[in-house]
């Protein structure tokens, strides 16, 4: 990036390493980091989205349907998106008036297999979960894949709701209820911010959008034993 002289750099679920941004700065190529993967320090501009909202919305969709046995498979355990929706799931069981069980609480890297393996391991118990709430779409789809494994159904037997929204959301059998997150929305705001060098505030600016529950066919009312 040094050599080719970028007009701005755009790092995408990234931290950024002290020496890099002092090359960066040295070498006047503005950058912004687009759902930073630890917390940005002030200086560094960033674009993010209401994680801890998001996952307020999901796990108090899945307890006001009347689930009290919700799991939640968030991404890893050192990513600030990942620790903000599992602090959501958190206070939305709060509030429901739940018991915390830990075992509930597993932390994966957003990819299909870690949700398969998470969701095996949660549904082999006699004290399974009704509901889990995972920290991605694809991490859904292991979910999914899971629950046909070991002969349950979505969501007659077990509800799921995904995150990010993503296109092949819509697609699966059951579609999956997720929570939006605006990726495209985020990256334009990133490049704005790249294309508005003379912009005094946008040296160290940090934008979060909203998002917002999608409900479709992989969730419902939990109606007991």
């Known amino acids: 990036m040094l050599q080719r002289r970028p007009m701005g750099v755009v790092l995408v679920f990234s931290t950024l390493p002290e020496d890099i941004k002092r090359q960066l700065r040295a070498a006047a190529i503005p950058f912004v980091v687009i759902d930073p993967a630890g917390d940005p320090d002030p200086d560094v501009p960033s674009v993010g989205s209401a994680n801890w909202a998001g996952g307020l919305a999901a ?69 399974r979960p009704t509901a889990i709430f995972a920290g991605s779409d694809l991490q859904a789809l292991g979910v999914l894949e899971a629950t046909r494994v070991t002969g349950l159904r979505v969501p007659e037997d077990l509800s799921v709701v995904g995150y990010d929204d993503v296109p092949l959301a819509q697609w699966p059998s059951p579609p999956l209820t997720t929570v939006h997150q605006p990726l495209r929305h985020m990256a334009e705001e990133a490049s704005r911010m790249l294309l508005r060098p003379d912009d005094p505030g946008a040296a160290a600016q940090r934008i979060e959008l909203a998002t917002h529950l999608v409900v479709r066919q992989s969730t419902a009312r939990y109606e007991g034993a």
């Open 59 to 127: 796990t108090r969709h899945l307890t006001d349907l009347g689930h009290e046995r919700v799991a939640i498979i968030t991404g890893p355990e050192d990513m600030l998106c990942s620790l903000a929706r599992l602090d959501g799931y958190r206070s939305a069981t709060a509030m429901a008036g739940l018991v915390a069980d830990p075992r509930l609480t597993r932390f994966g890297d957003f990819h299909v297999q870690s949700g398969f393996e998470h969701a095996m391991d949660l549904l082999k118990g006699p004290d």
